[in-house]
């Protein structure tokens, strides 16, 4: 059955390749040139020895790269992107009620339902894996001086952009089983993604864990100002990253639960 359904999916592999090569072919050449400019640029050496005038020359290196650093304010909508790809043929089949035939092909609603979120959630998360590792790679020049825990770097690196898209992937299949209409459920699920995305960045992650207090001196350029002087320094990435990771996660198997439960108890 899984054979059958990646089968049914091979567009939507090729288009999710597709989307992964195009940021290779776009990320890659100017990853290499970012890293060869931040060393010969002076950068590297103004960050491992902080001292006079850092600031004017990291400033221009922003500068040069800003372009690419603009576009890459709009991969916020990127998980939406990759989830609409692997999501939306799934809730195409439940609102066409093509699924009647392969249940009639002595294949059990459970072993249809397990084949396609196999399909469709491992598609998501492998391509927003590829993605984050790409972004989180040629991020690196840029971590070392304004650090990665700030919501901007945040969103882009690590393993929360893959929980990021799994989740907005199982809103899809939820509303999809629920409403039985693909337009709808996309355009809903992307209001409540943003939604889930926007409370949690502002009024939820900032409470992981209690900020620190900076005292005169500090140097706070790789941490996320949250309040004033209240921070929080760049060593916490991988821990909001992992709290973060699990909230997006946990909200994911509601959904899936909720999904099963109506395909099989409300679906004939």
Not at 152 to 159: D, K, R, T, Y
Not at 175 to 183: D, M, Y
Not at 215 to 221: A, F, Q, W
């Amino acid at each position: 059955m899984i054979w059958v359904a990646w089968r049914q999916q091979r567009t939507e592999v090729l288009l999710g390749a597709l989307l992964l090569a195009a940021l290779v072919v776009l990320f890659v050449p100017a990853g290499l040139h970012m890293s060869d400019a931040y060393r010969s640029d002076g950068a590297a050496a103004c960050v491992a020895v902080p001292a006079g005038g850092c600031e004017q020359l990291l400033d221009a290196f922003d500068g040069r790269f800003s372009t690419v650093i603009g576009v890459t304010g709009f991969f916020a909508f990127l998980p939406v992107v990759i989830a609409v790809v692997f999501a939306a043929p799934f809730a195409l089949e439940l609102e066409r009620g093509t699924y009647r035939l392969a249940w009639t092909q002595s294949i059990t609603r459970q072993r249809w339902l397990a084949a396609k979120l196999a399909v469709a959630l491992g598609g998501t998360a492998v391509t927003a894996a590829g993605i984050a590792l790409l972004l989180t790679w040629w991020r690196r020049p840029l971590d070392h001086f304004h650090g990665r825990i700030e919501p901007g770097a945040f969103q882009l690196e690590g393993i929360a952009p893959i929980a990021y898209a799994v989740f907005a992937a199982a809103l899809i299949i939820a509303l999809g089983a629920v409403l039985r209409r693909t337009i709808a459920a996309i355009a809903v699920s992307i209001v409540a993604f943003l939604a889930v995305r926007i409370t949690i960045e502002t009024s939820v992650r900032p409470h992981f864990a209690s900020p620190l207090e900076a005292r005169p001196g500090t140097n706070l350029d790789t941490s996320w100002i949250v309040d004033g002087r209240m921070h929080h320094p760049s060593s916490r990435f991988w821990e909001f990253q992992g709290i973060e990771t699990g909230i997006f996660l946990a909200l994911t198997l509601v959904l899936l639960a909720l999904a099963a439960w109506w395909i099989h108890e409300r679906s004939s």
